[in-house]
Structures are given as C-alpha cells and as structure tokens.
C-alpha cells in the first residue's frame, strides 16, 4: 500500500462542512491532482487541515466512498482513491435523476431521442467489428426467444452495441442510466397478456432490431434514426400502457 498522499487541504468553514470537504477531494481526484491508488491523509491529518472535527470527516469520507471515488480500508490502510469507472458515473447520474423526481415519461422520451442519435451515428462510423457483434447479438436474440430473462439481456446488449458503434461514450453512459430506471418495466411489459400474445412480441422487437441493424450496415443515416425512433415508440407504448 502507498504512503497517504502530500496534499494541502483548506480549512473549512461552512455548516455543511462534509459537503464542502467531499467537493474539495473530489475535484482534486477528477483534475488528476490525486491518482488512483493513492492514499490519502489520515482523518487525524484532515482534521487538522481542515479544521474540522472526526465525525465530519468521516461523513465526508463515506460520501466519496458512496459515489465511488475512494475505498475506505479498516487499520492503517485509510482511505485509497479508485479508478473511475462507466458504473461510477452510471450510479450517480441514476441518483440524482431520481432525486430530481423525473418521471417515466421524462426517461423514455430522452432515452428515444438519444438512442436514435445514437443510430444515426453508428451508420456513419461503425466499424466490421460492430457489424459482427451486432450480427452475433441478433442470432442470440432469436434464440432466446420465449425466455424473459435471456433477451432482455440480449435486447440491452443490442442497444449498447449501437451506443458503441456511435463511438461517442456518453451515449453508452446514459443508455445504462435509462435502462436502469425502466428496467422492471421491461420485463413486465414481456409477461404482458396471455401467452400468444407474450410469443407475438418477441418476434416484433426482432424485427425491429434488425431493421436498426441493416440500416446501419448498409450506412445509411437517414434509415438508422427513424428506425431506431420507431422501435422505441413502440417500446414506450408497451411500458406505458396499462
């Protein structure tokens, strides 16, 4: 394990102090000013750099941890910064969307108009790789029909993949955030009616990921975008029906 890290702190003044210490670490870890790996001061260090008592500290310190900026270790360890990662900023985008009370209109109708973005993209810079796992994700898909579990496994790994093929990463990030919120509605929307109509939509939400799919292969922009809105369309319709 490294030494804690040399790093001065400013003293705090505020009455949500933990707060203001959780924004002060957290923006020297996000300008690269403490690295993943290292450790940082000790509480007793912090409390007198910043003026602060242990139980602020220590209030502070499981917020990084919560939002997945440090590892808090029990002994001498402390705490050590983490490499951030896409689930990192996949759960805080998922809580402070809920914390803003937004509805399942609101998700949908963001995730409709990025998705489709995110398919026009994709059939301008997809690359032969994207083109063979999208194709695997299809025969998977096909297979899996009929079991709940396994496509809507199938139905988040197509949707990703057309994320990556935009090769913009925010797509991907805020794809996981909406499929995080709406996930339970998804299986339900499965389970819905009785069994032929059960088997009636698997097939459906096929055809329309391969209609996403040739459009993309076939580098046409202008086929991927409505293609990809009509599919969601749909897909709103079935989650918000009741």
């Not at 002060?24 to 007793?44: A, F, V």
């Not at 705490?79 to 896409?86: D, I, M």
């Not at 949707?159 to 794809?175: G, T």
């Amino acid at each position: 394990m490294k030494d804690e890290i040399k790093i001065q702190l400013q003293p705090v003044q505020t009455k949500r102090a933990s707060e203001e210490i959780y924004e002060q670490i957290r923006q020297l870890i996000l300008d690269g000013k403490i690295l993943p790996g290292e450790r940082l001061p000790s509480e007793r260090n912090m409390m007198e750099m910043m003026h602060r008592s242990r139980p602020t500290i220590r209030e502070a310190m499981r917020m990084l941890e919560r939002d997945g900026y440090i590892k808090i270790y029990s002994g001498s360890s402390g705490a050590v910064v983490q490499e951030l990662s896409v689930d990192n900023a996949v759960q805080s985008l998922e809580t402070i969307m809920h914390f803003q009370h937004l509805t399942m209109d609101n998700v949908l109708e963001f995730r409709r108009m990025t998705e489709s973005v995110a398919a026009e993209l994709a059939a301008q810079k997809r690359t032969d790789e994207d083109l063979r796992k999208l194709e695997n994700i299809l025969a998977n898909t096909e297979l899996a029909i009929g079991d709940a579990d396994k496509f809507i496994h199938c139905d988040l790994q197509f949707h990703l993949a057309v994320a990556d093929a935009s090769k913009n990463a925010m797509y991907s990030i805020m794809l996981q955030v909406c499929r995080d919120i709406i996930g339970e509605s998804l299986t339900e929307v499965l389970a819905k009616g009785d069994r032929t109509e059960q088997l009636e939509r698997y097939p459906r939400i096929l055809e329309a990921h391969r209609a996403v799919y040739q459009a993309i292969a076939a580098g046409q922009p202008e086929k991927a975008f409505p293609a990809m809105k009509r599919h969601l369309m749909d897909a709103e319709k079935d989650i918000l029906e009741k």
